[in-house]
């Protein structure tokens, strides 16, 4: 981080027409902005999207409210401009690349999306580890590769990771419960729409999970191996190369937020480039708030992933930057000062 | 409200490629708004915003961190585009214009600037009514007028109505323990920024003037009359306009919100036709919560007024517009739906 345009980003919002600190999150978003960008007035203009789809055997296990088969129907959704993401993406005018790191339904190429395929699916972690060793540095790898992708394109102001695949609620549950040691039934919730019985039987396969794997909190890369899927590999190592190239990263949801903890874990100073967007209605991220570095903006009851909830906060760190950026100073604009 | 429209837009939220509710609040914002705009995909691309700034006799009694000048001051800031609503009317593509209600310091004529001029400030409600009933007449006027204008410029989407107006906290939290029939102390908070001895002194002052008025919270127009000011009637006044003409109104933070409780006494109807922005952070504005028809969509610690908040929600709102409008459904992405 910069120190010297954190000091300047203070200094003028001390100055700008307004009580100090009544534009209150927005003024502390641009401070850190301002740290993270090295520049006192930071902007958020130039937004890459990459979104990281996998297929995970803990499907066969039932524990999601649709079919496998939605994976990869959703990458071409994704490809055809159809989803919230790709939707969101276009609002925004960021670029959106899809990574497919392996689905059960195989693919024909598609605009705009990367074959990165490692398998059809990841093992079903409540029989088997969910990734080799192998597997697993692929599956960073591409993480790595589609953030250095995404900056050759032009220079990132903001990063954006999002996810999708059938049974990845189960996957970041089930690490989010061994990472918090805390049992699956205080974080186990609907995902795209489980009913209760539904819940409860997630809950079992995770229970029997972590009684397989006995993960242990100190070994992050082993407890992403084992409990993990494809896509939440891709993004910890998406987090990993942008906390090294210091790219800012605007974290989206529940299984996202799981991902940037298990990076964390590998680098703790990664926890200075994340913002994070919004508050999941998955119930587990109640729990996951408390380990946060910072407060996530908003708390609109979103649960779709993707992406989708980390797009939604853009305009609102742009709202912030301009803010900062072309508010007048009580100097410029002859206003009295408070008298106290 | 347009029920068919309503059912409609209901129904392709159904439809759209995302599990049902996963896009939370902004499904129930697109929801609402193709209610209050009669089609089933609803936007809120022409937006307008009014502020209404004037004095206030009660500032005689050293209740604001800052002198009585910075209300004719920040005019001319709004004026000359240096103020936070003057950036964000810009950034979002939005029309402002400014209502001078009246001004101790007074105004040159400025551009977007209209002036309205009541009386160089209202009277000190510590001491007398704030208004005579043709002032407050007058003021609301002034806000009905704002909102014919706007419409005249362009059917409107959306309406936002800010203030200025150094000691108008004061009022507003005056008011507010009238309609809430709460003790000021549970309500008063530091504005522009008071410390707790000031916000202890304009306690007294809140007390003194609800002692003086015995304000009666069955006659909402006689308890703004004694207690409110030019800006905030002028406030009421807008919003019962646009509840007449169906114009959907984002409310701003803590004094907006008073003066939209004011006018609801006055229509209750008019509830349908508001959403509630952001969480002020004035601590009286946790207080109004509960007494609200609709939880506010933003809650990130501003307290600036001028309608800034109101404006930072817009882009999360057209954000749901434009989801629920270009999402694909389920059919024309051949997604499969849920099992269950």
Chains 1, 2 share one sequence.
């Not at 890459?48 to 071409?76: L, N």
């Amino acid at each position: 981080l910069h120190r010297q345009a954190v000091v300047e980003a203070e200094s003028r919002q001390q100055q700008l027409t307004k009580p100090v600190g009544a534009l209150g999150d927005l003024e502390r978003l641009a401070i850190r902005l301002a740290g993270m960008q090295g520049k006192p007035c930071p902007q958020a203009e130039r937004v890459a999207i990459a979104v990281f789809a996998a297929d995970h055997g803990v499907a066969a296990e039932g524990v999601s409210a649709y079919p496998q088969a939605v994976t990869a129907q959703m990458i071409a959704n994704f490809a055809n401009g159809g989803a919230a993401i790709s939707v969101a993406a276009r609002a925004l005018d960021a670029r959106l690349r899809v990574y497919n790191l392996g689905t059960v339904t195989e693919l024909a190429p598609l605009p705009g999306v990367e074959s990165c395929v490692i398998a059809p699916q990841s093992g079903n972690l409540a029989c088997e580890p969910a990734m080799t060793p192998a597997q697993l540095a692929r599956a960073m790898a591409v993480g790595r590769q589609a953030v250095i992708q995404a900056s050759a394109d032009q220079p990132l102001d903001l990063f954006i990771g999002g996810e999708m695949g059938i049974g990845n609620t189960t996957s970041a549950t089930a690490l989010a419960a061994a990472l918090l040691e805390q049992p699956a039934v205080t974080l186990a919730g609907p995902g795209t729409g489980l009913d209760s019985a539904g819940i409860l039987h997630k809950v079992a396969v995770i229970e029997r999970a972590l009684a397989l794997h006995q993960p242990r909190v100190e070994q992050p890369l082993e407890l992403l191996r084992c409990l993990g899927g494809f896509e939440i590999a891709a993004l910890c190592g998406a987090y990993l190369h942008c906390g090294q190239q210091g790219v800012p990263v605007l974290v989206d949801g529940f299984i996202c937020t799981v991902a940037a903890m298990i990076a964390c874990r590998l680098q703790p100073q990664l926890s200075d480039w994340l913002i994070f967007s919004h508050c999941s209605a998955e119930p587990g991220y109640a729990q996951l708030l408390d380990n946060l570095p910072s407060w996530p903006l908003l708390d609109l009851g979103l649960r779709l992933g993707e992406g989708s909830g980390a797009a939604v906060a853009v305009p609102l760190i742009r709202m912030a930057c301009t803010l900062h950026a072309q508010m007048a100073t009580f100097d410029e604009a002859a206003v009295s000062g408070a008298t106290a």
